[in-house]
Each structure stands twice: as structure tokens, then as C-alpha cells.
């Protein structure tokens, strides 16, 4: 049933109590229901009476706009890939189906699915069940008008509470396992050929994507307190950097049980509450985090057997599991194909060709701290009702359930709070010098496996065996302002330095991400902040790196450039002539200063100002064109980068509108910012497309700056994708347009400001309730 906003009030008053309008009698109690009450861009604000009801609502409404999304996520993690497309068919991640199946039937077995359901809350095991319920529903009636054209096929089938389960044990292993899904599936004994049969290529696409991940998953991040807030209370900026599809893509509503939640923002799919958001008295956003959340052993293996290893001087077997996935043949008939999966007591074994080889002498064990997380769901819910940030900073160190991101938040009363309150690996600073080899470094933390002694330390006070208490980790309140775009807790306000910790946690004296040091000179630069400020940070399109290179590469464009002189003449007068921005408008330039640096940036000599990490907000900076090396080095990437945009195609006059790009529908839509190694704070991942267009795949994803006044919260924002993955949907790009325009939205959450919306609709929906099942019964 659909009511149009002008909907009596009357009776919304009694859907809201539980009343008919007609006859005015009490709801039955064995009934399941929800309104969802759409507003501008057909953002959802999801209301019900209690846990199911929410939930039920929550499910329904994001099948209206997501289903076929969500329906593929649920296919990935129940390893049925192979199944209904093939072994040799990839994942929207470019993963190919066997290795993924294999990876997530190693990772949601039934008893990991039983454990983590039996962990749950009985109000959220309620809310999971009702989400099943709400998009179930969802699901038949679309069956009955015909299903989109993505996701027509006998795989699209009805939730279960275990869907939900594994969707969430895939997101906590994100940061970890995650990235190792064809290292695992493919690992095999010396003298076996390597289970998964991986090419060279799937093997090189494995390792961009490994390197990509933060990425796809960065974020920038601004809080605000009473000192520099414009009216003396809390202001955020929101601008998590995530990917534009998959399981990663942020969806926008606004949830509430009268007396009970109240709470706006985003969630990942499958995901019964907000990630990011704001309540009544309280702003948060999270930005991926530089923590370790898994380490690496290395095994050293049993001479006469490399199945087996050596602890403690006593040879021990490594312990084999036989996953079998269904796989569908040539010929269209399943066949089932089984691989043998290798564990030690510290983790399944990884194998990379090259990087972390299994031969005679050694193995790699990896062990994921967020595997053991059960607690992610309880403390996503207890931050959607925390009412101040004592609140919210307690159930962070009661809970420990964050798995691999930073916290930045701000109250109604101006207070302003960081937290690197993830899930992290108990290895002290000690014990990487006792059980690390120093000459792999910190990039990826590598321990001995040949020693017990070695394993992760348990500290009674953490809410978890082998992770750091939340005491031990990097935490900062002020009341001016704190920043984060990525890096380590270091140089949240360089006023107060966070110092200290193991390597594992968090590294000091490194130089800072150019996003960083841009934010920390806006921020500099405030006495006092105005929301407009925290939009403009984003909206400005500044290239931040151009301010530090661009005069030297001018001075050497007016340089004797001798016979290339004439070549470059058009590349050097296109970089005079840009404005140093990543807008829609920027020229030529651009794309040309792009090239450059993404050559220059691999030499750690091309600085003319060293890093100092006595300085770390202004080194390194400048290019050193007087050294030789330098000068060579920055005539050859001129040279390269005039030759990419000729293969390119591209004309003088171009814009970067004209370049990057998202293809919705077959409707490409322009879109701002650019690389993040740049220093764009509005940073955006885009790949190469045809003719010389760029594709959007990740960047500002949720998008929003929150502030306080006597009555609440007031919010400005966009979803810069859109609401809907469905091309049919009214809601499938005309936020990307709006993101294209730096049109921001007011972000009704009052009743007032709801009720107001010039999109608002209102939709009832209900059905009996059913009685709900354990996850192991589905």
C-alpha cells in the first residue's frame, strides 16, 4: 500500500501506535510490520515497534532498490559461484568463481555460521530474522512482475538468517583473509601442481587487487569540537572512500523504534543497521585504519615431510580440511571438485608464487585476529544508540568489535573524539624483535612459526584472546579539531602527537598521505569552522601535490628542453594553463600532471626537500630538477605521459568531465576528484574504459557534514553513487548527477523535516509473523 504525502495525520498518528484507521483497533501482536517513508532520492526512513518489525522493514526496502546486488553477494558467499556461472567466470572483484567458492567454503562453515548466530543478541538475532522476512517478501512480489534482467535465474532464491551471517563474516575478513582468497585455495604441497591451477595473469590481477585495497577502501574524515565549531557544539565530516558496486557499496536510510533508536546514515549490504551516521546527540563516521589485523607465520618445515612442521623442536602434522564445491562443466551438467586445504595451529597455509613460496623448507600460516569477531553487529548497535561520546567510547572498549577501521566523532555538546579501536593482533614491540625478521620490514608482519612463544600475546582486559585491551590503543578527545585520511593514529592533531605503539597498531616518524597534510593545513588555517568549510574541503577539487611540485615543474618547461623542446611545448603550456584542481572543468594539465607524477612518485631521490620527520606536515616537497638523475627521470615521464594521451585520443580542448566518468545504464555521468596519491581529498579510483575514458569504480561513496543546534541534528549530504543498483529505478544516478553538480542535500531526520520532504510517500507493510528458526535449521 502506497499513501501519498498527503496522508492524514491523524492516521499516520495511529499506524504509528498500532492502530487502524478504519476501525481503530489494537494491531494483532502475532503481526510482522514496518513503514518505510521515502523522502528526496527515495532515501529510506524505516519505522516499526519493535526488533523484527525494524529489521523486516530494513530487508524490504532495500530489495526495492538493491535486490539483484544483494541476491549475487549472497551467491559469493555461500560458494555457489561455479555452480550456475563456471569455475573460470569471475567476481564483480576480477576473482575467479573456484577460488572464491573455495575461500568461502573454507571460511562460512556451519559451524562458524552456528557460532557467530549463537553469539547474537536476542534483539539481533530478531532484526536479522525480520530482515529475511522483509526481503523475502520484497522478492516474491518482484517475481510476479518479472524479476530485473540482472538477476534472472534459478539462483536468485529467499534469504536465510545465514546469508546474513556469512555476508557479515565476509566483511570482517576484509582487511585480512580476505585479501588472500586465491594464496589459500591454491596452496599446495612442493610437488603437488597448485590446486586452483591460477595463470600467471589471474595470479597478477590477485596482486593489483591486494594492493589496491585501501584504495578502494580509504576514507578522509574531519571532527570538530567546541572550540573551533561555529556555534560551540560538535561538526563532522563524513567522506569514506569505498567501492561503487559489490558487496562494498553503502546504502542510505534512516531507522527508528519510537523510544528505543533513532539513528541516520549507511550500511553495507546485508547489514540490519547503520555503519555511519548520526543520532540525535551524536555524529560518526570511520576511516579504514594503517593497524595489522592479521600476521603471517612462517612454518618451518619438517625435513622429511613438508606436510608437516617443526614447534618447539617436535615434528607436527599440518591439519588438512577437503573442500568440495559444485562446479558446472562445458557440457552445462555439475561435477563436484574437491581441494585439500592445509592448516597449523596458527592459520590455513597461503601460498604466492614468488612472495610466499611453499617449498621443502618453508610454509606461511595466516592468521586473521577478526575471524574470532563475533561482537562487529552488537557494536555497530550499541554506536546507533550511543547518546554522547562517553557513551560511544565506553561500548567501543567493552565491545572491541570494530574490525578494521578508525572512529572519529563528535556530540551535541562539542566534544570531539578519535579512536584506533580495532580489532588488532597482540604483538608488542618486543616480540617483533624477538620472533620478526627486520629485514621484511612492517608492511606485512611475518613471525616464526617454529615457536609457540611466538604466538599472539593474551591480555585479560581484551575482549578477545590474542588481540590488544583497548587501553593499549591510540585514542585522542580534544575540543578543537582532529583529522584522519589513512594513515596511522600519529598525526590526528599534530598538537598532540600519538606515540609509542608497536608497529602493529600504529607507526610514527613516516611520512603522511598528501590528503593528510592538505587537511591538516585547511584545518590550520580555521580559527573557526563553518559547515560550508567541511564541504569545500571536498568540493574544492584541490590537487594538494600541485602546490608542492607544480613551480618546479614549470621552471623546468622554461629550461633549455633541446630536442624535445618542441614535443613538450604543448604539454608544458597545458600545465601553465591549469588550475591545479580535479573539477569537472580541468584541462589538459591535469591528465598530463597525472602521467608525470605517477612516474615520478616510484623514485624515493625525486624530492628536492627530503621527508623530515621533525616536519612531517610539509616534507617531502619539491621536485630536484638541478639533480641529473631527477631531470632525466622527469623528461622521460613528460615524454610518456604526451604519448598516453596521444594513444589516448584525446583533443586540447578536453575536459576531465569529458574523461572520468561512470556508466549507468549506458548514461555516463561526469564525475569529480581523482587519484588520492595526489593529494585530492575528494578522492576517486577510476580505470581505464574505451576511447580514452576513465570508469569510476571507488572513491566518495556516503557523503555527508553534520552539525548540532537546540533541537538536534543538522545534516547535508548525497549517496555519490545513488540508492539503487537497478537500472529501472528512479534512484539509480540522479544522486551521481546531483554529486557532479557538488549539489548536497538536506538530510531530513526530524518528523518535521521528513513530512516536509517534496519526496515523501509513505509505504505500510505487513504479514504474520512467523516463528523463527535457529540459523542451522535453514
Given amino acids: 500500500m502506497i499513501i501519498s504525502r498527503q496522508f492524514p495525520n491523524f492516521c499516520l498518528a495511529a499506524l504509528v501506535l498500532g492502530f487502524s484507521c478504519g476501525v481503530q483497533a489494537l494491531a494483532q501482536p502475532e503481526q510482522t510490520r514496518a513503514e518505510i517513508r521515502r523522502t528526496s532520492f527515495g532515501v529510506p526512513h524505516i519505522r516499526a515497534s519493535d526488533e523484527r518489525g525494524l529489521g523486516y522493514g530494513i530487508g524490504y526496502a532495500y530489495a526495492q532498490d538493491n535486490l539483484c546486488l544483494l541476491a549475487n553477494e549472497v551467491l559469493t558467499v555461500n560458494a555457489q559461484r561455479s555452480r550456475y556461472f563456471g569455475p573460470e567466470a569471475q567476481t564483480l572483484e576480477q576473482r575467479d568463481n573456484l577460488s572464491s567458492d573455495v575461500f568461502f567454503s573454507w571460511?562460512?562453515?556451519?559451524?562458524?555460521?552456528?557460532?557467530?548466530?549463537?553469539?547474537?543478541?536476542?534483539?539481533?538475532?530478531?532484526?536479522?530474522?525480520?530482515?529475511v522476512e522483509g526481503y523475502n517478501r520484497q522478492l516474491a512480489?518482484?517475481?510476479?512482475?518479472?524479476?530485473?534482467?540482472?538477476?534472472?535465474?534459478?539462483?536468485?532464491?529467499?534469504?536465510?538468517?545465514?546469508?546474513?551471517?556469512?555476508?557479515?563474516?565476509?566483511?570482517?575478513?576484509?582487511?585480512?583473509?580476505?585479501?588472500?582468497?586465491?594464496?589459500?585455495?591454491?596452496?599446495?604441497?612442493?610437488?603437488?601442481?597448485?590446486?586452483?591451477?591460477l595463470s600467471a595473469q589471474a595470479w597478477q590481477l590477485a596482486s593489483a587487487r591486494q594492493q589496491r585495497f585501501a584504495l578502494d577502501r580509504g576514507s578522509n574524515a574531519v571532527a570538530i569540537g567546541s572550540e573551533r565549531s561555529f556555534n560551540g557544539r560538535g561538526l563532522l565530516l563524513a567522506n569514506p572512500h569505498f567501492p561503487w558496486v559489490g558487496a562494498m557499496r553503502f546504502y542510505q536510510m534512516h531507522l527508528t523504534i519510537p523510544g528505543q533508536l533513532d539513528v541516520m546514515g549507511a550500511a553495507l549490504p546485508g547489514l540490519p543497521l547503520i555503519n555511519i551516521g548520526f543520532n540525535q546527540h551524536l555524529a560518526w563516521t570511520h576511516t579504514v585504519d594503517a593497524s595489522k589485523?592479521?600476521?603471517?607465520?612462517?612454518?618451518?618445515?619438517?625435513?622429511?615431510?613438508?606436510?608437516?612442521?617443526?614447534?618447539?623442536?617436535?615434528?607436527?602434522?599440518?591439519?588438512?580440511q577437503v573442500v568440495t564445491v559444485q562446479v558446472k562443466g562445458v557440457d552445462g551438467q555439475l561435477q563436484s571438485q574437491s581441494r585439500t586445504l592445509y592448516s597449523s595451529e596458527f592459520g590455513p597455509v597461503v601460498q604466492w608464487p614468488g612472495e610466499l613460496?611453499?617449498?621443502?623448507?618453508?610454509?606461511?600460516?595466516?592468521?586473521?585476529?577478526?575471524?574470532?569477531?563475533?561482537?562487529?553487529?552488537?557494536?555497530?548497535?550499541?554506536?546507533?544508540?550511543?547518546?554522547?561520546?562517553?557513551?560511544?567510547?565506553?561500548?567501543?572498549?567493552?565491545?572491541?568489535?570494530?574490525p578494521w577501521v578508525n572512529t572519529l566523532?563528535?556530540?551535541?555538546?562539542?566534544?570531539?573524539?578519535?579512536?584506533?579501536?580495532?580489532?588488532?593482533?597482540?604483538?608488542?614491540?618486543?616480540?617483533?624483535?624477538?620472533?620478526?625478521?627486520?629485514?621484511?620490514?612492517?608492511?606485512?608482519?611475518?613471525?616464526?612459526?617454529?615457536?609457540?612463544?611466538c604466538?599472539?600475546?593474551?591480555?585479560?582486559?581484551?575482549?578477545?584472546?590474542?588481540?590488544?585491551?583497548?587501553?593499549?590503543?591510540?585514542?585522542?578527545?580534544?575540543?578543537?579539531?582532529?583529522?584522519?585520511?589513512?594513515d596511522s593514529a600519529w598525526m590526528v592533531n599534530p598538537v598532540a602527537p600519538l606515540e609509542g605503539f608497536s608497529p602493529v597498531i600504529s607507526q610514527q616518524d613516516v611520512p603522511l598521505k598528501m590528503r593528510a597534510r592538505f587537511a591538516l593545513e585547511r584545518l590550520g588555517r580555521l580559527h573557526t569552522a563553518q559547515v560550508s568549510d567541511l564541504q569545500h574541503m571536498v568540493n574544492d577539487e584541490q590537487v594538494y601535490l600541485a602546490g608542492q611540485v607544480m613551480p618546479d615543474l614549470l621552471q623546468f618547461c622554461e629550461q633549455d628542453l633541446g630536442a624535445d623542446a618542441e614535443r613538450l611545448g604543448p604539454l608544458c603550456a597545458s600545465l601553465k594553463s591549469w588550475d591545479r584542481s580535479a573539477g569537472l572543468q580541468a584541462g589538459l594539465g591535469f591528465v598530463y600532471f597525472q602521467g608525470i607524477m605517477q612516474e615520478l612518485l616510484q623514485r624515493p631521490d625525486v624530492w628536492r626537500v627530503a621527508f623530515d620527520p621533525k616536519d612531517p606536515l610539509h616534507t617531502p616537497r619539491g621536485l630536484a630538477i638541478s639533480r641529473a638523475p631527477v631531470a632525466q627521470a622527469m623528461r622521460e615521464a613528460m615524454l610518456a605521459s604526451l604519448q598516453q594521451v596521444k594513444e589516448a585520443g584525446l583533443a586540447d580542448d578536453v575536459r576531465w568531465g569529458d574523461i572520468q566518468q561512470v556508466s549507468q545504464g549506458g548514461q555516463p555521468t561526469p564525475v569529480p576528484g581523482g587519484p588520492e596519491s595526489l593529494g585530492i581529498y575528494n578522492a576517486m579510483q577510476s580505470v581505464p574504459g574505451s576511447a580514452g575514458k576513465r570508469e569510476v569504480v571507488s572513491g566518495t561513496s556516503y557523503l555527508s557534514v553534520v552539525s548540532f543546534d537546540g533541537q538536534g541534528p543538522r545534516a547535508l549530504g548525497l549517496l555519490a553513487f545513488s540508492l539503487s543498483s537497478d537500472p529501472s529505478s528512479a534512484h539509480f544516478?540522479?544522486?551521481?548527477?546531483?554529486?557532479?553538480?557538488?549539489?548536497?542535500?538536506?538530510?531530513?531526520?526530524?518528523?518535521?523535516?521528513?513530512?516536509?520532504?517534496?519526496?515523501?510517500?509513505?509505504?505500510?507493510?505487513?504479514?504474520?509473523?512467523?516463528?523463527?528458526?535457529?540459523?542451522s535449521g535453514h
Fill in 733 to 775: 544516478r540522479d544522486q551521481t548527477q546531483a554529486f557532479a553538480r557538488n549539489q548536497w542535500s538536506e538530510l531530513p531526520f526530524s518528523e518535521a523535516q521528513i513530512q516536509a520532504d517534496r519526496g515523501y510517500r509513505l509505504q505500510s507493510i505487513e504479514e504474520p509473523r512467523k516463528e523463527a528458526l535457529p540459523v
Fill in 141 to 197: 512480489e518482484r517475481r510476479k512482475q518479472g524479476l530485473p534482467e540482472q538477476c534472472q535465474g534459478e539462483w536468485v532464491r529467499a534469504l536465510t538468517t545465514a546469508d546474513l551471517v556469512k555476508l557479515t563474516r565476509r566483511l570482517l575478513v576484509e582487511g585480512g583473509a580476505g585479501q588472500f582468497a586465491e594464496a589459500l585455495a591454491g596452496a599446495a604441497p612442493p610437488g603437488v601442481v597448485a590446486q586452483a591451477g
Fill in 293 to 320: 589485523h592479521f600476521t603471517l607465520y612462517r612454518l618451518q618445515l619438517d625435513p622429511k615431510d613438508p606436510t608437516r612442521y617443526l614447534l618447539d623442536g617436535r615434528s607436527v602434522p599440518l591439519v588438512r
Fill in 357 to 402: 613460496d611453499w617449498n621443502r623448507q618453508y610454509a606461511y600460516s595466516l592468521r586473521d585476529a577478526n575471524l574470532d569477531n563475533t561482537r562487529v553487529l552488537t557494536q555497530w548497535q550499541a554506536m546507533n544508540q550511543a547518546s554522547s561520546i562517553a557513551g560511544l567510547q565506553d561500548s567501543v572498549h567493552r565491545l572491541q568489535g570494530i
Fill in 409 to 453: 566523532a563528535v556530540d551535541d555538546q562539542g566534544r570531539a573524539l578519535y579512536m584506533n579501536q580495532s580489532v588488532v593482533p597482540n604483538v608488542t614491540q618486543a616480540k617483533l624483535a624477538l620472533c620478526s625478521d627486520p629485514r621484511a620490514g612492517t608492511q606485512v608482519i611475518v613471525l616464526d612459526g617454529s615457536r609457540r612463544a
Fill in 107 to 131: 571460511l562460512n562453515t556451519p559451524q562458524a555460521v552456528e557460532a557467530f548466530w549463537q553469539a547474537q543478541t536476542p534483539a539481533m538475532r530478531e532484526r536479522m530474522q525480520g530482515y
Fill in 455 to 486: 604466538a599472539w600475546d593474551i591480555d585479560p582486559a581484551a575482549a578477545q584472546p590474542g588481540i590488544f585491551a583497548a587501553s593499549q590503543l591510540p585514542q585522542l578527545a580534544r575540543n578543537d579539531y582532529l583529522q584522519h585520511s589513512n
